[in-house]
């Protein structure tokens, strides 16, 4: 290991940028007279635009220009329907595009945008999901290719013959991502040639989107992300933003500025399907699982179908003899469901880990001991052998450093003055995906190196650690190493998404560095693919253990968590600080989905009322209190040459479920439908 590379843990390169607002963001680089746009979204659920007043708009002084179906430049068919903004009249959700403004400032653009008259022929809609929706139907897969059902042996035969059996419903509701930065771009043509700043999580697949879009060449168009203030999946593809952005300066020959409002980020970027699920767990008297059932409920819209992996962490969870799940969906009259961080895994490990804790309050085993005597070395979905698995190390190693032992497992009977105090444990896993990845590296004439990935840093330090990776391959002090990121004329390279960009990106730089060292070339390029399609046929997981501590007031509802660990088996760690802080990002964020995060849908309008920051509340500072996150020690040669999981998306799996069970523990109450609020829990509560 090279001093500062791999398990070193640098502060972020970037930092000083960051704090000091030399970082430029996707709107902020500086561009000579831009126009400003403001996006117009359609006031009606379901139907048709009639028209647009274009004038109404343009006579507000400094509007320039307004788009629409009408007069928008065409746009190639693209298979994600979604990006298809301004070719229709049709009006297939509320918050919808409707209309581009255009504007010398961004004051009168939203001011055209303001006065723009639109009218419709308004269409009745359909926005609720319930569990016995008429439109239900089993997509042909889930996100992003698992089957959409699974069954192994005879469940109800097994259901039937076991002496304990917990079946359970519960729901999430819909919630949305909402990244520091809001979805952005400045868009420029110069002829066919097209520059593009854009707030994505990765920009090759952005400037093959546009390339295709607007028919120029790939090598025509050039897409930067330098800063990318958070995306948590939503920026995970391109999004209509980008689309409107060089759709306006295509139109107008002007240059264009593009950043939603965090209202607008509420419908147009994707968010977490709301889900009704069903888990159904059945035991021996030893407490070890003879059947399990997950079937879950999820919305998608009629313009594109997300259909959300829910049950597929249960699949490789538990070991049972008997197992079966589903998924099933609607296409409502909604905006279209996308990634939000842990896309499924996250509200399925909710259902499931909730489950697993009735179950130890009906067997009478310790819910750390019920999770143990369940472990699997074997994939239960798969029968492949994990290629390491150290779930019980990390509820072993939790329940020592939380002090679980002794452990009163009554519910309802501990309190500290008016707070009634209670724990909770729930388990975690996440998929190991790594993607195909290009790097170059070179050898620059003064013995420094230079090394270009287009990885994205989303604020996660991937900028940080690839230097690591980087160092350590060729050998040298990372003062030594140049790392290039966040430009499309890199060679190509996947989003930062799947908690996969550390491994994906990390194997072509390492690679790429090696074979520098190897030969005698000044530069190489490197292709993943090769590596990928020569790995072994076993399964491959990240796993993880949440212990929280809650406090609830006895006559406000009102639940605190006081104390919360999350100890983590996912391969090598590259940096301990930035992946210290991922981890615990994850579970500020399983916080908040226990006990804030939720759309509230007003089915009269067809829209998510709570489309801001108030009404819609993300855990603050306030929110959290003692948190901490580690992991064990994990060596994994089955990964990639680094020997990494990714870490970025399992700190928020299984963490809601975790301060569920605590909060059961704490009063007695169990709240299935999240979030926790004081409300729904106080009705649960004994009258005193
Ligand atoms: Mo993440 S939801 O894979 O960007």
């Given at each position: 290991m090279?001093?500062?590379?791999?398990?070193a843990a640098?502060?972020?390169?970037?930092?000083?940028?960051?704090?000091?607002?030399?970082?430029r963001?996707?709107?902020?680089h500086?561009?000579?007279?831009?126009?400003?746009?403001?996006?117009?979204?359609?006031?009606?659920?379901?139907?048709?635009?009639?028209?647009?007043?274009?004038?109404?708009?343009?006579?507000?002084?400094?509007?320039?220009?307004v788009?629409?179906?009408?007069?928008?430049?065409?746009v190639?068919?693209a298979?994600?329907a979604e990006?298809?903004?301004?070719?229709g009249?049709?009006?297939s959700?509320?918050?919808?595009v409707?209309a581009?403004?255009l504007?010398?400032?961004?004051?009168?653009?939203?001011?055209?945008?303001?006065?723009?008259?639109?009218t419709?022929?308004?269409a009745p809609?359909d926005?609720?999901?319930?569990?016995?929706?008429?439109?239900?139907?089993?997509?042909?897969?889930?996100?992003?290719?698992?089957?959409?059902?699974?069954?192994?042996?005879?469940?109800?035969?097994?259901?039937?013959?076991s002496p304990?059996r917990?079946?359970?419903?519960?729901s999430?509701p819909a919630?949305?991502?909402?990244?520091?930065?809001p979805?952005?771009?400045?868009?420029?043509?110069?002829?066919?040639?097209?520059l593009?700043?854009?707030?994505?999580?990765?920009t090759?697949?952005?400037?093959?989107h546009?390339?295709?879009?607007?028919?120029?060449?790939?090598?025509?168009?050039?897409?930067?992300?330098?800063?990318?203030?958070?995306?948590f999946?939503?920026?995970?593809?391109?999004r209509?933003?980008?689309?409107?952005?060089?759709?306006?300066?295509?139109?107008?020959?002007?240059t264009?500025?593009?950043?939603?409002?965090?209202a607008?980020q509420?419908?147009?970027?994707?968010?977490?399907?709301?889900t009704?699920?069903r888990?159904?767990?059945?035991?021996?008297?030893?407490?070890?699982?003879?059947?399990?059932?997950?079937d879950?409920?999820e919305?998608?819209?009629?313009?594109f179908e997300?259909?959300?992996?829910t049950?597929?962490?249960?699949?490789?969870?538990?070991g049972?003899?008997?197992?079966?799940?589903?998924h099933r969906?609607?296409?409502?009259?909604?905006?279209?469901?996308?990634?939000?961080r842990?896309?499924?895994?996250?509200?399925?490990?909710?259902?499931l880990e909730?489950?697993?804790?009735?179950l130890a309050?009906?067997?009478?085993i310790?819910?750390?001991?019920?999770?143990?005597?369940?472990?699997t070395?074997?994939?239960?979905?798969?029968?492949?052998?994990?290629?390491?698995?150290?779930?019980?190390?990390c509820?072993?190693?939790?329940?020592?450093r939380?002090?679980w032992?002794?452990r009163?497992?009554?519910?309802?009977?501990?309190?500290?003055g008016?707070?009634?105090?209670?724990?909770?444990?729930a388990?975690?896993?996440?998929?190991?995906?790594?993607?195909?990845?290009?790097?170059?590296?070179?050898?620059c004439?003064d013995?420094?190196?230079?090394v270009g990935?287009?990885?994205?840093?989303?604020?996660?330090?991937?900028?940080?650690?690839?230097?690591?990776?980087?160092?350590?391959?060729?050998g040298?002090?990372?003062e030594c190493?140049?790392v290039?990121i966040?430009?499309?004329?890199?060679?190509?390279?996947?989003v930062?998404?799947?908690?996969?960009?550390?491994?994906?990106w990390?194997?072509?730089?390492?690679?790429?560095?090696?074979r520098?060292?190897e030969?005698?070339?000044?530069q190489?390029?490197?292709?993943?693919?090769?590596?990928?399609?020569?790995?072994a046929?076993?399964?491959?997981h990240?796993?993880?253990?949440?212990?929280a501590?809650?406090?609830?007031?006895?006559?406000s509802?009102?639940?605190?968590?006081?104390?919360?660990?999350g100890?983590?088996?996912?391969?090598?760690?590259?940096?301990?600080?930035?992946a210290?802080s991922?981890?615990?990002?994850g579970?500020?964020?399983?916080?908040?989905?226990?006990?804030h995060e939720?759309?509230?849908?007003?089915?009269?309008?067809?829209?998510?009322?709570?489309a801001?920051?108030?009404?819609?509340?993300v855990?603050?500072h306030?929110?959290?209190?003692?948190l901490?996150?580690?992991?064990?020690?994990e060596?994994?040669?089955?990964?990639?040459?680094?020997g990494t999981k990714?870490?970025?998306?399992?700190g928020i799996?299984?963490?809601?479920?975790?301060?569920?069970n605590a909060?059961?523990?704490?009063?007695?109450?169990?709240?299935?439908?999240?979030?926790i609020?004081?409300?729904?829990?106080?009705?649960g509560?004994p009258?005193r």
């Amino acid at each position: 290991m090279s001093e500062g590379g791999i398990g070193a843990a640098p502060v972020r390169v970037d930092g000083r940028d960051k704090v000091t607002g030399r970082a430029r963001y996707a709107v902020e680089h500086p561009v000579d007279a831009p126009l400003h746009a403001w996006v117009v979204q359609a006031q009606v659920a379901v139907g048709q635009v009639r028209h647009v007043d274009r004038q109404s708009a343009l006579d507000v002084p400094g509007v320039v220009a307004v788009l629409d179906a009408g007069n928008a430049p065409r746009v190639a068919d693209a298979a994600d329907a979604e990006l298809m903004v301004l070719q229709g009249p049709q009006v297939s959700y509320r918050g919808q595009v409707v209309a581009l403004v255009l504007a010398e400032s961004l004051e009168a653009a939203r001011e055209g945008a303001r006065v723009l008259r639109v009218t419709y022929d308004e269409a009745p809609h359909d926005v609720q999901l319930t569990r016995d929706h008429p439109k239900l139907y089993r997509p042909g897969q889930v996100n992003p290719a698992f089957p959409a059902d699974s069954a192994q042996g005879d469940f109800e035969a097994a259901w039937n013959g076991s002496p304990h059996r917990v079946d359970v419903r519960c729901s999430t509701p819909a919630e949305f991502n909402n990244p520091m930065e809001p979805h952005a771009t400045t868009a420029q043509w110069d002829g066919d040639r097209l520059l593009v700043h854009d707030s994505t999580q990765g920009t090759t697949s952005v400037k093959q989107h546009l390339a295709a879009a607007f028919d120029v060449a790939e090598d025509g168009v050039r897409v930067l992300a330098p800063h990318v203030g958070g995306g948590f999946g939503a920026k995970g593809s391109a999004r209509p933003n980008v689309v409107l952005a060089v759709m306006g300066a295509r139109a107008t020959g002007r240059t264009v500025k593009l950043a939603l409002t965090r209202a607008q980020q509420f419908s147009l970027v994707g968010y977490r399907t709301p889900t009704l699920q069903r888990v159904r767990l059945a035991a021996g008297t030893d407490g070890r699982l003879t059947a399990f059932a997950h079937d879950a409920v999820e919305q998608t819209s009629t313009v594109f179908e997300f259909a959300e992996q829910t049950t597929e962490g249960t699949r490789h969870m538990y070991g049972a003899r008997a197992s079966r799940t589903t998924h099933r969906l609607a296409a409502l009259d909604v905006p279209t469901p996308r990634w939000m961080r842990a896309p499924g895994e996250a509200p399925g490990m909710y259902g499931l880990e909730t489950a697993m804790d009735e179950l130890a309050e009906v067997t009478g085993i310790d819910p750390v001991e019920l999770r143990i005597r369940n472990d699997t070395q074997t994939d239960p979905e798969t029968g492949q052998p994990f290629s390491s698995r150290h779930l019980v190390e990390c509820l072993r190693r939790g329940a020592e450093r939380f002090g679980w032992a002794g452990r009163d497992p009554r519910p309802g009977v501990r309190r500290d003055g008016r707070w009634l105090v209670g724990t909770g444990v729930a388990a975690a896993t996440y998929p190991v995906y790594l993607s195909a990845s290009g790097a170059r590296a070179r050898r620059c004439p003064d013995g420094t190196f230079e090394v270009g990935v287009n990885a994205t840093d989303v604020g996660t330090g991937a900028r940080t650690v690839l230097l690591q990776v980087a160092a350590d391959a060729l050998g040298v002090p990372p003062e030594c190493v140049r790392v290039d990121i966040a430009d499309s004329d890199l060679p190509p390279a996947p989003v930062a998404g799947g908690s996969s960009g550390t491994s994906s990106w990390g194997t072509a730089v390492h690679l790429a560095c090696r074979r520098l060292l190897e030969g005698t070339d000044e530069q190489v390029v490197v292709d993943t693919a090769d590596v990928i399609a020569a790995q072994a046929e076993v399964s491959r997981h990240a796993f993880g253990a949440h212990f929280a501590e809650v406090r609830v007031d006895l006559d406000s509802g009102e639940v605190r968590v006081s104390r919360m660990l999350g100890v983590f088996a996912a391969g090598r760690i590259v940096n301990p600080r930035t992946a210290r802080s991922q981890l615990l990002g994850g579970m500020v964020m399983g916080v908040s989905m226990a006990l804030h995060e939720s759309g509230s849908l007003d089915v009269g309008s067809g829209d998510y009322a709570n489309a801001n920051l108030a009404d819609y509340h993300v855990a603050a500072h306030a929110d959290i209190a003692d948190l901490d996150a580690e992991w064990v020690e994990e060596v994994d040669d089955q990964l990639n040459p680094i020997g990494t999981k990714g870490i970025g998306e399992i700190g928020i799996v299984g963490s809601p479920a975790a301060v569920h069970n605590a909060v059961w523990h704490a009063t007695g109450v169990r709240v299935r439908d999240l979030p926790i609020t004081p409300d729904k829990l106080l009705a649960g509560l004994p009258q005193r």
